[in-house]
Structures are given as C-alpha cells and as structure tokens.
T-cell receptor
C-alpha cells in the first residue's frame, strides 16, 4: 500500500544551524501538505503544494515539491528555539496519508 | 472564533470499559476525522466522515466506533475490544476533499489503568 516516509526521524541542531526534513512517497501525489506539532500540542497546518517542482517560502521555512511529485522537503534556515517540534508531511495518492514525522530539537 | 474542541483532555479507563471521546467543530466543515498517535508512529487514521450520517473505516478501525448525527459532532467510542487503547487521540476537520488543510483539536490522552 501507499506509504509516506520521512527522514530523518529525529534531528538535533545547534541554534542558528539549518535543518531539512525529507518526505518520500511510493506513489505519485496530487498534493503535499506540511504540519507542525509542538511538544504536547496538536498538528497545525503550515502549507500545501500542488504543482510539480513548486517552491514556497514562509519566512525562514522553504517548502519544495519534487518534479515527479513523489517527494517533498522542508528546509528551515537559521533555526530558533521556537522551531522545536515534530514536522509532518501529508499527501494524497490513492488515499491521504500522513508521514512518519521528523522530531526537531534545537539546542540553545 | 471558529475551532474544533476535544474533550476531555485526559481520560483514564479501566480495562473492559467503553469510553467516548467528544469532538465538536464550529467551522462548518463537512469532513471530520479521528487519528491515533503513538510515539514514533505518526498519525494513523481510525475513522472519517465526509457527510452527516455517513462514515468510513480508516486503517485501524478495529475496536473503535463512531457516529455522525450532526455536522458539528463526531464522537469516537473506544470499546473494550480495542486491546491497546492507550494513546493520544486527535480529531480533525476540513472542507470536503484532501486539497484543504486539516484543522486539529487539542487531543485527548487516553490511559488504560
């Protein structure tokens, strides 16, 4: 069945370093969404990408959808302690699936 | 302000008991969802409903039941048939279709004692 995998599962970075999480699907996706879940909180919708090769930015966050629409990435420039949390991708193939998530720890 | 409310925040259940988790939204969303979150396993879909009086099983529906009698409400019952119910349960809603982002409730943490 369709799966959406994310790597890495965990990432520790020093404050100010960059961070990237990757999302890979076994099937072509019609869209990809990204969510952030703070520790002890609930997922919050960040953005949606629908076009092949699409790139969108939100301040220090850059989201990219692959040309084949099977992968996506989220890049954070110069991490801050407020970036701490788990980042999930979610995509629509034959069904809508959430990725396994990447837990980000930022060391002050 | 529009939003989605889950209650209670924490719930303790004795083995063999059924418990019902509440989920209410005032966003006028047609679709509602229940997810289970376990450490390191992401979000797994239990049930979803795209319209009143209709709902579909997700990937891990065994041991759970739902109802959708009103657009605003989508309660989840964790039955005694669910062998490992301790988890964080998240309710979400969206406009119909997966091209819209989900709005999540703050979750219910269920513990079996």
């Amino acid at each position: 069945g369709q799966q959406v995998m994310q790597i890495p599962q965990y990432q520790h970075v020093q404050e100010g370093e960059d961070f990237t999480t990757y999302c890979n699907s076994s099937t072509t996706l019609s869209n990809i969404q990204w969510y952030k879940q703070r520790p002890g909180g609930h997922p919050v919708f960040l953005i949606q990408l629908v076009k092949s090769g699409e790139v969108k930015k939100q301040k220090r966050l850059t989201f990219q959808f692959g040309e084949a629409k099977k992968n996506s990435s989220l890049h954070i420039t110069a991490t801050q302690t407020t970036d701490v949390g788990t980042y999930f991708c979610a995509g629509t193939g034959n069904q809508f699936y959430f990725g396994t998530g990447t837990s980000l720890t930022v060391i002050p | 302000d529009g939003g989605i409310t889950q209650s209670p925040k924490y719930l303790f259940r004795k083995e063999g008991q059924n418990v019902t988790l509440s989920c209410e939204q005032n966003l006028n969303h047609d679709a509602m969802y229940w997810y289970r979150q376990d450490p390191g396993q992401g979000l797994r879909l239990i049930y979803y409903s795209q319209i009143v009086n209709d709902f579909q099983k997700g990937d891990i529906a065994e041991g759970y039941s739902v109802s959708r009698e009103k657009k605003e409400s989508f309660p989840l019952t964790v039955t005694s048939a669910q062998k490992n119910p301790t988890a964080f349960y998240l309710c979400a809603s969206s406009r119909t279709g997966t091209t819209y982002g989900y709005t999540f409730g703050s979750g219910t943490r269920l513990t079996v004692v």
